[in-house]
């Protein structure tokens, strides 16, 4: 799932995962769960060469505000914990052209800013790979199976400064859905 949100409504984010750094299924032995937070502008690494980055593995909620947190969107993870990211840039700007190796952007002081935050939830991630150099794939307990379905859902809910703080908001969601 993928969404832009208004800028001035999603400049800092928290979140309930692992953190403070990206993690992914074979990179996150150095990120512990807990609550996190900072800048929307810094969960983007950016690599010299764009590519996938910025991902929080484990996640249970996520909440993007504005500066002060007081208004924005609660992403909570309905059952198992999901991978959840937010950058300022358009998550396109990370891949490969479509049916090629070619990069989109081939560097990252390339990379331009977008008038809105992208979030981005996964039901799966795939590993990174690179434990032998960086063009290697994933091992295979890291990658993700088309023959594995993978049910996963969540909600969305805006909050304001009347609502509770986002880990009771989120706490609240997910009863209503988890019995």
């Known amino acids: 799932f993928e969404a832009a949100l208004a800028r001035g ?3 800092h984010v928290a979140w309930y995962g692992r953190g403070p750094h990206e993690s992914y299924p074979d990179r996150f032995e150095s990120a512990r769960v807990g609550v996190w937070e900072g800048p929307v502008a810094e969960q983007t690494f950016k690599y010299v060469r764009p590519q996938e980055n910025g ?3 484990d996640t249970r909620w996520m909440a993007l505000s ?5 208004r924005g969107t609660l992403v909570v993870a309905i059952g198992m914990p999901l991978s959840m990211q937010c950058h300022q840039y358009e998550l396109g700007s990370f891949d490969t052209r479509p049916n ?5 952007v081939r560097h990252a002081a390339q990379l331009r800013e977008a ?3 992208v979030i981005c939830v996964d039901g799966a991630q795939a590993g990174v790979g690179g434990i032998d150099s960086w063009g290697s794939l994933p091992l295979p307990q890291h990658r993700l199976s088309l023959e594995q379905p993978i049910e ?4 969305l809910r805006p909050f304001d ?3 509770p703080p986002p880990i009771e908001l989120a706490h609240r969601l ?3 859905f988890v019995q």
Not at 66 to 70: E, I
Not at 100 to 104: A, F, M
Request: with cysteine; aromatic share 10%; charged share 35%.
């Open 9 to 11: 409504f999603a400049e």
């Open 66 to 70: 504005d500066k002060a947190g007081t």
């Open 174 to 176: 997910r009863s209503l």
């Open 55 to 57: 991902n929080k593995l």
């Open 115 to 117: 008038d809105h935050t």
């Open 152 to 155: 996963w859902s969540f909600a």
């Open 100 to 104: 090629s190796k070619e990069p989109c």
């Open 161 to 163: 400064a009347d609502d």
